[in-house]
């Protein structure tokens, strides 16, 4: 969600009772600041006295420069740093470290994964305090190979279990754009989960000039309307992204011509064409990426991000009991 | 399951309270009457006054001949004719109307298939009893493109209400292993699943010679062990399935090398050449496929179908009172 979620959408989500995220950027600073201005117009946020931050952070760690982002962490504390897609996986441990020593080990952090193997790995080394287990429904960037949450959480949870890890929350993402796919993800074990497509329909988000929110609402069929490719790191030149991930996004007009056979040279071409005009397209018939998980076609409406959250917490507890009701 | 799920296994679910199913063969009759002695030793199935045998059938209709199947179906009037790979999709209209011909309209007809646009067609043309949501994180055959049953099931479900489609049940199938996948996919909206690769696992499977049940018991991290691809339906000469299918199936030899940029026409002399020995490997270093699903990771050891049964449905109440009982 970089550049998408900034300091008002994490604000309002936290403010219902979730807990927002800015999306990685280095010029974090006045993304908190704008958080801060928001929440501590909120009397029960205003006396709060955690020694953290009531937002989190995330970084994709393999482009993000780390001696830019800790003074800052150090400063606000957030309650949670999020790390994504190192380059080796050795990295997230010298991070979780220079993270705790600039925040007294105050924010916790969560790391996001799609393998069991990798998150025993690293719960020995970077000991993170939440696991982030993304599905391959997770729109945006994730890993090339793995399964969805529904297979992947429940195993984690076994695994980590059995490795003594069992003090350690999933928090499942990828696919989850209601109150169904919610307490779905409890029932699998999860003890929490991360949406955001969802958000991509929020009044909060920044989000591109043009036809962006309209393919997002306009998705349907989400397995069918979005496709999981590397095609899309490479539309505006070589993918700067390591090796092992691609991302969930539209089927476009690009998509559809890589499938034809046309060459990545030529998809740039067109695409430097195509986004040389006033407004870049992002439709269905555009050529520059729209990434969406596939829980897209559950996405109908813009809400505030309060309502969201109000809304999905409320369906969840309903569900669950129906269900239980019902068997 | 063809030529996997026979008479033995669809028995012992049925009798254990699940529907038990006969993967596709055109040689059903004697896989009937094997079903027909075991289910006949229950007293309360002897007794059964139902117009339908309590057995499923499933059929790849691409590659079956109606003609042959037909009078066997009109006979023993399964309780449920499962479709699945249809060339065109108004194939299944075609079966559907010879089906219930022949079974006077008693047999249910299920319909397997990924994509939230197709289910709603079919619905109006072949009218199916039950929609079989089928996720990417399923075993063996399915779609080439699609989201898992996280976000199908919800979409599926929500769009069936609103075309007037509510009252057809959808059944949910791909990665569920456990009790835990139950809960979540009746939390998502299906009102039964499908479970396929637990029961690879069961006393009752017909399974290959070999090490096939080894490299099912083994197998860890299940999206990174098994992954979709339609490479592996290439290994012994030309694919025979329409488009718009691949499989999931173990990561295993054949699969590295085709990554590595093998020759199709190589990978097929050196799957002969393994194959000609004594005993096909089924392993991760062999080079015959493993179907199986992304939920592999969940399934460690042999029990007895019934037992299977009785322990997922047990556990998938006990989750959901549990997670109920946590919110």
Redesign the interface.
């Known amino acids: 969600m970089e550049g998408f979620a900034g300091g008002a959408l994490a604000a309002e989500v936290s403010l219902a009772g979730g807990l927002g995220f800015i999306g990685g950027t280095t010029d974090l600073a006045p993304e908190l600041e704008l958080a801060a201005s928001i929440i501590s117009k909120d009397v029960s946020f205003a006396q709060h006295t955690e020694k953290t931050f009531p937002i989190g952070v995330g970084f994709l760690t393999f482009i993000t420069d780390i001696e830019k982002v800790l003074p800052v962490l150090g400063k606000w504390k957030p309650k949670v740093v999020w790390l994504f897609a190192a380059k080796e996986v050795r990295d997230y441990q010298t991070w979780a470290e220079r993270i705790r020593e600039v925040t007294n080990g105050e924010s916790q952090i969560w790391l996001q994964l ?4 990798v998150a025993l790995e690293v719960l020995k080394t970077a000991r993170p305090d939440v696991i982030v287990a993304q ?3 997770a729109g945006g960037h994730g890993f090339d ?11 984690m949870r ?2 980590m279990n059995d490795s003594g890890f069992e003090n350690v929350p999933i928090v499942a993402a ?5 109150g ?2 919610v ?7 999860a003890e929490g989960v991360v949406m955001g497509t969802r958000f991509l329909a929020s009044e909060e988000i920044r989000i591109p000039d043009g036809n962006y929110r309209q393919a997002i609402l306009q998705g ?5 309307y979005t ?1 999981r490719s590397n095609i899309f790191d490479k539309l505006r030149g070589p993918s700067i992204w390591p090796t092992g991930y691609n991302g969930r996004a539209v089927v476009s007009t690009s998509y559809r011509e890589f499938l034809e056979g046309v060459s990545v040279e030529d998809l740039r071409k067109r695409t430097k064409e195509a986004e040389g005009g006033s407004k870049k397209d992002y439709g269905v018939q555009g050529r520059s990426a729209v990434w969406a ?3 897209v ?2 996405v109908n409406k813009v809400q505030s991000a309060r309502e969201i959250v109000i809304e999905v917490r409320e369906s ?2 309903k ?3 129906l ?2 009701s ?2």
Chains 1, 2 share one sequence.
């Open positions: 799609g393998s069991v193997a599905g391959s429904d190979r793995g399964a969805g949450i529904i297979s992947l959480t429940p195993e076994d695994n990828g696919g989850i754009a209601d169904r796919g307490a779905a993800a409890l029932t699998l074990g349907k069929d989400g397995g069918q496709v998980g596939a829980g076609g559950l969840a507890v569900i669950l009991e269900v239980r019902r068997i």
